[in-house]
């Protein structure tokens, strides 16, 4: 599957001269050998305004960034699992309180490390019990080996816990990580953590199947992912994208041929935490998912209290708060995390561009995606560079797409923001357009009682406060009417005195 352009920026509140700059961003990255390929999609309104690809995706074989190019998408994996999760969630198979030592009781007494080294340490006992809740906002107390940042992670190096390399089964490699002791006492710290792959085995184990059947039958094939699966089968090699980092001479380095890749057999162990490879279209239809409550295309998976629980903040506070200063894909202050994924609290608080209530989340090879239900907007970045904090690009982008938006300047003066009809449909009017009320002209606060009327002018801000962000110019008495439906996106006039009040 491929994804189009469905719409001119300007059809959907974008500025097709401001878009441009993404595209002269991508060609410098890729002119100045930072990226060997890259690809941006942007959805606004049900529509794609922007997609386009530049670069290579495999130097060795000059094969271009295409727009059916399969990529890793690692961590982009984990909002998938989630879902998975949070399917067996509504059929009512676990709480979220739930101590996952219900299924996995090798969890039941978990000790919490104190002291010591990755051969020899002293551990206490966990005040509670790992909670599926505490998996899903990885606040489990887990951490991941690659981090090189505490004891912990040397542990977990030297004993082979790492679910991308593992010729383990799942259920072996989490039954030994059991064993091990948590770098924090659950739901203490917000640490970045192995901890969605544990809840792709509960996924297993609740549902009785493989995790990878369960994920490719329950959500892939209905969303329609044609291209997303744990391994590439040899008829799409050749769309197969290389992966690389930067070498200490800058250039880059080859990591990963697609052609000798690991992905190019069936995955022994399927990580939920990083083991999937998609598309660009691919993951445009899960963000089209989320954007519409938990259905597509007539296939509903999750309803929409569901999802609403899914994108709101579960931290006290954002992760600055309960985070340690260590890697993630998003930053800590003014962003807090749901279940799967990144929340943004507040843009000035993060230093960027963005909404209240947008998720995001990215992967190692510095991919990454946001959506944005306030301005009905998806955006995706695909590459292949590890590891993902080698460049800004994810914050780059943000900035290029977010300007981009020029609804107030689109509407032109004068005119109304749009109002939804009967019908949900948005239709801008002039204020000229619309009947004027019955009933004797209010007289200036200035003006009464001195026997004559002196007609002012009809003003009005032209976009409406809410929307714009600027105040009505006009008097005290002009304010938006919030018994009306829409009453936020303009502004009227109240009602004449002496004039029917309207049923």
Same mark, same amino acid.
Request: positive net charge; glycine residues 10%.
């Given at each position: 599957?491929?994804?189009? !352009?469905?719409?001119?920026?300007?059809? #959907?509140?974008?500025?097709?001269?401001?878009?441009?700059?993404?595209?002269?961003?991508?060609?410098?990255?890729?002119?100045?050998?930072?990226?060997?390929?890259?690809?941006?999609?942007?959805?606004?309104?049900?529509?794609?305004?922007?997609?386009?690809?530049?670069?290579?995706?495999?130097?060795?074989?000059?094969?271009?960034?295409?727009?059916?190019?399969?990529?890793?998408? @690692?961590?982009?994996?984990?909002?998938?699992?989630?879902?998975?999760?949070?399917?067996?969630?509504?059929?009512?198979?676990?709480?979220?309180?739930?101590?996952?030592?219900?299924?996995?009781?090798?969890?039941?007494?978990?000790? !919490?490390?104190?002291?010591?080294?990755?051969?020899?340490?002293?551990?206490?006992?966990?005040?509670?019990?790992?909670?599926?809740?505490?998996?899903?906002?990885?606040? &489990?107390?887990?951490?991941?080996?690659?981090?090189?940042?505490?004891?912990?992670?040397?542990?977990?190096?030297?004993?082979?816990?790492?679910?991308?390399? &593992?010729?383990?089964?799942?259920?072996?490699?989490?039954?030994?990580?059991?064993?091990?002791?948590?770098?924090?006492?659950?739901?203490?710290?917000?640490?970045?953590? #192995?901890?969605?792959?544990?809840?792709?085995?509960?996924?297993?184990?609740?549902?009785?199947?493989?995790?990878?059947?369960?994920?490719?039958?329950?959500?892939?094939?209905?969303?329609?992912?044609?291209?997303?699966?744990?391994?590439?089968?040899?008829?799409?090699?050749?769309?197969?994208?290389?992966? @690389?980092?930067?070498?200490?001479?800058?250039?880059?380095?080859?990591?990963?041929?697609?052609?000798?890749?690991?992905?190019?057999?069936?995955?022994?162990?399927?990580?939920?935490?990083?083991?999937?490879?998609?598309?660009?279209?691919?993951?445009?239809?899960?963000?089209?998912?989320?954007?519409?409550?938990?259905?597509?295309?007539?296939?509903?998976?999750?309803? =929409?209290?569901?999802?609403?629980?899914?994108?709101?903040?579960?931290?006290?506070?954002?992760?600055?708060?309960?985070?340690?200063?260590?890697?993630?894909?998003?930053?800590?202050?003014?962003?807090?995390?749901?279940?799967?994924?990144?929340?943004?609290?507040?843009?000035?608080?993060?230093?960027?561009?963005?909404?209240?209530?947008?998720?995001?989340?990215?992967?190692?090879?510095?991919?990454?995606?946001?959506?944005?239900?306030?301005?009905?907007?998806?955006?995706?970045?695909?590459?292949?560079?590890?590891?993902?904090?080698?460049?800004?690009?994810? =914050?780059?982008?943000? !900035?290029?797409? @977010?300007?981009?938006?020029?609804?107030?300047?689109?509407?032109?003066?004068?005119?109304?923001?749009?109002?939804?009809?009967?019908?949900?449909?948005?239709?801008?009017?002039?204020?000229?357009?619309?009947?004027?009320?019955?009933?004797?002209?209010?007289?200036? =606060?200035?003006?009464?009682?001195?026997?004559?009327?002196?007609?002012?002018?009809?003003?009005?801000?032209?976009?409406?406060?809410?929307?714009?962000?600027?105040?009505?110019?006009?008097?005290?008495?002009?304010?938006?009417?919030?018994?009306?439906?829409?009453?936020?996106?303009?502004?009227?006039?109240?009602?004449?005195?002496?004039?029917?009040?309207?049923?």
């Amino acid at each position: 599957m491929t994804a189009s !352009v469905e719409a001119h920026p300007e059809e #959907v509140g974008l500025s097709s001269e401001r878009l441009a700059r993404i595209e002269r961003w991508m060609e410098a990255l890729v002119a100045q050998g930072k990226l060997a390929g890259v690809q941006v999609l942007v959805m606004r309104r049900g529509r794609t305004a922007f997609f386009q690809s530049r670069g290579t995706a495999d130097l060795a074989r000059s094969r271009p960034m295409a727009p059916d190019t399969i990529v890793r998408i @690692y961590s982009m994996t984990k909002p998938l699992t989630s879902l998975a999760a949070l399917m067996l969630y509504e059929e009512g198979r676990f709480q979220l309180d739930d101590p996952i030592s219900r299924f996995l009781p090798a969890f039941a007494k978990a000790r !919490v490390f104190a002291r010591g080294d990755a051969e020899r340490w002293d551990s206490v006992p966990a005040e509670r019990e790992i909670t599926f809740r505490d998996l899903m906002t990885h606040t &489990s107390g887990l951490t991941y080996g690659f981090m090189q940042s505490t004891p912990v992670d040397a542990i977990y190096r030297a004993h082979g816990i790492d679910f991308q390399t &593992s010729t383990e089964s799942l259920g072996a490699l989490v039954e030994r990580l059991a064993g091990l002791p948590l770098l924090a006492q659950p739901g203490a710290e917000w640490n970045y953590s #192995v901890a969605t792959d544990v809840l792709g085995h509960l996924v297993a184990v609740i549902s009785g199947e493989p995790f990878d059947r369960y994920l490719r039958e329950r959500v892939i094939r209905p969303l329609g992912m044609v291209d997303t699966d744990f391994h590439v089968p040899a008829a799409k090699v050749d769309r197969f994208a290389a992966n @690389y980092a930067r070498g200490e001479d800058g250039r880059l380095r080859l990591i990963d041929d697609p052609a000798e890749s690991r992905y190019l057999d069936p995955a022994k162990l399927p990580s939920g935490g990083g083991g999937l490879v998609a598309t660009a279209a691919d993951y445009l239809r899960f963000c089209r998912f989320m954007l519409n409550k938990g259905e597509l295309d007539g296939v509903r998976l999750l309803g =929409r209290k569901t999802v609403e629980l899914m994108t709101s903040n579960h931290l006290d506070g954002d992760m600055a708060d309960m985070g340690q200063p260590r890697f993630s894909e998003s930053r800590y202050t003014g962003v807090g995390f749901g279940l799967g994924f990144s929340v943004m609290l507040d843009p000035a608080k993060a230093e960027i561009l963005g909404t209240p209530g947008e998720y995001a989340w990215g992967g190692a090879a510095s991919t990454a995606f946001w959506v944005d239900p306030a301005e009905d907007m998806a955006v995706i970045l695909l590459t292949q560079l590890m590891p993902s904090s080698t460049y800004p690009i994810r =914050r780059e982008l943000r !900035v290029l797409t @977010y300007q981009a938006i020029v609804d107030c300047a689109a509407l032109g003066a004068g005119t109304v923001p749009p109002r939804l009809s009967a019908a949900g449909s948005a239709s801008p009017t002039r204020r000229a357009d619309r009947p004027r009320s019955s009933g004797r002209r209010a007289q200036p =606060r200035g003006n009464r009682g001195r026997g004559r009327t002196r007609s002012r002018p009809s003003r009005t801000c032209g976009q409406g406060p809410p929307r714009c962000g600027e105040a009505s110019p006009g008097p005290r008495r002009w304010r938006a009417r919030a018994r009306e439906p829409a009453a936020r996106d303009r502004c009227v006039r109240p009602r004449p005195r002496g004039a029917a009040r309207p049923r």
